[in-house]
């Protein structure tokens, strides 16, 4: 078994994949299930609020103070793990939810909510992303004194320029924190119900150990008979892995979920993908962000594996901002690589994020269109 990929070694991965020019990757309409909203705040943008909202920018633990924007960016390359030792969970936990969660205190307006997701949407629409459902996570907000109202205010406008100007649309999708309360979760989720034309599903993330998918079951009972989507984490490398995934699968909601994000501990039980194919459940992967914790030789045959069972895939990003600036296309570019896709594969690939998501049916066939103009540009 190998090590988790070192830091040096995935950028200069990055660079290869960027290097590659691959126009076809490139060109693909694409749809992205799987990106933290707030882990798209890039250390320019962080830096930007920090000063807007006269905030002195440090690390809580250390008292570290960032006195510079080049201080601030260093500080996002944490996942390299010590020599000769791969970056296990916890340890990946700790440092990364540090420094997601810290990223949050530069929010606190309308416009800060706005300029977060507007940042996301430019970015990606230069990836030829034409739809997405990002997550959002409140309760790191509503807990710090943030009206829910301010949050939802500032992504609407984003999300309506976006369309409007980028031709990208999107959809929301509002996670609970499992490491708060169900409690918190059931108010979190009577203050989403005003804002029902935005969002479309209700996830769970955050911190997974100890904190399984049922005991939010109430909470996504509620959800599933309100008629919203649901979702949820199951981490990859997680001590409780499949037993995760068989209740989302199974159980969540009292019908199952309708997707499953990370879940590639699946690929390791043959009964587990056998009841994710016979329900139809997709899959959202974010391949680069498990070279932080796991083994190169293991990651990518799983994910093979289940793409070879039929099972339904579409490819995100995660957390782009702190995975060393890696977004939707140096992902499908990664999985091409290291999975051996050929194009066909990865049109397929873009096929079933097209048929996952939640988008409108009159969206999903001006979609499909592009993609098959698109496949058959290339086939000439």
């Known amino acids: 078994m190998e090590f988790a990929m070192p830091l040096e070694e995935r950028l200069s991965l990055r660079q290869e994949l960027i290097d590659s020019d691959d126009k076809f990757i490139l060109d693909l309409p ?11 705040l890039t250390p320019e943008l962080r830096w930007k609020l920090a000063k807007r909202n006269n905030q002195t920018l440090k690390l809580e633990r250390t008292g570290t103070v960032y006195t510079n924007l080049e201080q601030l960016r260093a500080s996002y390359y944490i996942m390299e793990a010590r020599p000769g030792h791969q970056i296990d969970n916890a340890e990946e936990s700790f440092t990364f939810f540090e420094a997601y969660y810290g990223g949050f205190e530069v929010l606190v307006t309308e416009e800060d909510f706005y300029d977060l997701a507007m940042n996301y ?7 030829n992303v034409r739809y997405c459902e990002p997550f959002f996570d409140p309760q790191g907000h509503t807990r710090r004194g943030v009206a829910f109202k301010t949050v939802m205010d500032g992504f609407r406008r984003a999300q309506e320029e976006a369309r409007q100007r980028l031709n990208v649309k999107s959809k929301w999708i509002m996670c609970f924190l499992r490491d708060m309360s169900p409690e918190s979760a059931m108010e979190t989720y009577d203050a989403v119900l005003p804002y029902r034309d935005m969002v479309v599903g209700i996830g769970l993330d955050s911190d997974e150990n100890d904190r399984p998918p049922l005991m939010f079951e109430e909470v996504y ?6 008629g ?5 984490h199951c981490d990859v490398g997680n001590k409780d892995a499949h037993k995760h995934i068989r209740q989302v699968v199974n159980d969540l909601g009292e019908t199952g979920a309708d997707r499953l994000d990370h879940g590639i501990n699946a690929a390791q039980d043959p009964a587990i993908m056998r009841r994710i194919k016979e329900r139809g459940i997709g899959m959202t992967l974010t391949p680069w962000g498990y070279l932080r914790h796991e083994p190169v030789d ?13 099972i339904p895939i579409a490819i995100g990003s995660d957390d782009p901002a702190y995975m060393e600036d890696t977004w939707i296309l140096h992902d499908w570019l990664l999985v091409k690589k290291m999975c051996e896709f050929s194009n066909d594969d990865m049109a397929a690939l873009a096929k079933s994020a097209i048929d996952m998501c939640w988008a409108s049916d009159e969206v999903k066939h001006e979609m499909r269109r592009e993609l098959e103009e698109v496949v058959a540009k290339h086939s000439i």
């Open 298 to 310: 293991e990651i990518f045959p799983r994910i093979r594996i289940l793409f070879d069972a039929g």
């Open 228 to 232: 919203f989507r649901i979702t949820a």
């Open 121 to 127: 949407f430019e970015h990606v629409a230069g990836m």
């Open 221 to 226: 009972k509620k959800a599933r008979n309100d």
């Open 30 to 40: 694409k749809v992205e299930l799987h990106v933290h909203i707030e882990g798209t």
